[in-house]
């Protein structure tokens, strides 16, 4: 084996896998894109919209660690093209849906696709990542962040002139994407003895015996930053624009605008943050990524009409920028398990959001739109709990004698 391979940064691999997570996540956004023409064709309450995202975002995130296990053990590069075959189907399968039950079981395909594409994906761009892991990380999650913000695009552009049958076009999406993972599975199978987890030595064992309350803690440190994160992000995603409309007399055309400039501004957030990590550390990125959010978040409830807009942008930079930091973080801190990491981290985040959909739904069928969104904006003051994690010394240090450096 060429140990060059693995200490070199293969920037088309990444740019590839990076276009393939933009599409997978592409097909993800079309659910909740079709919100407010499903809330108007079929009737559906603000719970059953809840539950639709939930089955999405749960299906994915209970999945996800599972796969990432297996596959930290016996690799499956051509599980990339398989889960987006999945995908493609739960799309066709939602084109013609004609109530909520089906609506479910289409989301159920789509939901099993991400599961099986998101910690193999992940792997992918570390195995492609040479000594950059954070800048990797960030060019392979700006995709799937590029891709949830056409969801408003999708909804102004197509939904609304072609109705839930306009959701058949994004089947040549998913056919797409399944092309350029059978290249990509082809070069992952050629570093495939790079990726196989090797037999713990004694000393790795008491390594991780030493350090495994450390990795408790900051394990749980992070279920919490993944929590405050995503209910945040999941809350402004799926219902901000009912509530731009609710106070700002849109129409639902409009009111993605204000959708699609978190979103969008998010994915940039997602791309720097990377970058920034490598260079004054992944704590630090964290941190004050949630320092910085948690006066605007309190703001945006009482903005007005372009406030809110000027708002949201600054949101979707600052709050995203953790995003891929905490994968690498957590990959760092577990070393061997990078499958495991990425299923928990990014699995987390999207089982956080089902729970999160379905909550915030209801709070909204409760108490209403505006005093929901009012509530939600001290969750990004959770994010403090940084404070708590290892610095990114104390991980580097432990990940060194791990591997006997």
Aim: charged share 10%; with cysteine; proline share 5%.
């Amino acid at each position: 084996m060429d140990t060059s391979k693995s200490n070199r940064t293969v920037y088309s691999i990444l740019f590839i896998i990076g276009i393939c997570h933009m599409l997978n996540d592409t097909l993800q956004a079309v659910i909740p894109a079709m919100f407010p023409i499903l809330e108007k064709s079929l009737g559906l309450t603000f719970t059953q919209l809840g539950l639709i995202s939930f089955t999405l975002n749960m299906t994915a995130s209970v999945m996800q660690p599972v796969v990432g296990i297996y596959t930290d053990k016996k690799p499956m590069p051509y599980a990339l093209p398989v889960g987006l075959a999945s995908s493609m189907f739960g799309i066709l399968g939602l084109a013609f849906a004609s109530g909520f039950w089906t609506i479910l079981l289409s989301v159920l395909f789509i939901g099993l696709g991400s599961a099986v594409f998101h910690p193999e994906g992940s792997r992918v761009a570390y195995l492609a990542a040479g000594p950059r892991r954070s800048t990797a990380q960030s060019i392979y999650q700006v995709g799937g962040n590029s891709g949830q913000a056409l969801a408003p695009v999708i909804t102004a552009l197509v939904l609304v002139p072609l109705g839930q049958f306009g959701v058949i076009w994004f089947t040549a999406v998913a056919g797409l994407a399944v092309i350029f993972l059978i290249y990509i599975a082809r070069w992952y199978a050629s570093m495939t003895p790079m990726v196989v987890t090797k037999t713990k030595s004694p000393d790795k064992e008491q390594v991780d015996k030493r350090y495994a309350k450390a990795i408790r803690s900051a394990l749980i440190v992070l279920v919490f930053i993944i929590f405050a994160r995503t209910w945040y992000a999941k809350a402004i995603s799926n219902f901000y624009a009912f509530y731009a409309i609710e106070n700002y007399g849109l129409s639902i055309a409009e009111s993605q605008f204000y959708i699609f400039t978190f979103l969008l501004m998010g994915a940039i957030g997602t791309f720097i943050g990377g970058p920034l990590a490598d260079r004054f550390g992944k704590k630090n990125i964290i941190l004050y990524s949630f320092l910085c959010t948690g006066p605007l978040a309190l703001l945006l409830p009482y903005a007005g009409e372009i406030g809110a807009i000027i708002l949201l942008g600054l949101l979707g930079i600052i709050v995203m920028s953790s995003f891929s930091v905490t994968v690498v973080y957590a990959q760092e801190l577990v070393p061997g398990k990078i499958g495991t990491m990425s299923g928990l981290t990014i699995g987390l985040a999207f089982g956080m959001g089902a729970i999160g959909s379905v909550a915030l739904g209801s709070l909204i069928d409760f108490i209403g739109l505006t005093p929901t969104m009012i509530a939600i904006s001290l969750l990004p003051l959770l994010g403090l709990v940084t404070f708590f994690l290892p610095s990114d010394k104390k991980v580097n240090a432990w990940h060194a004698e791990y591997h006997g450096n």
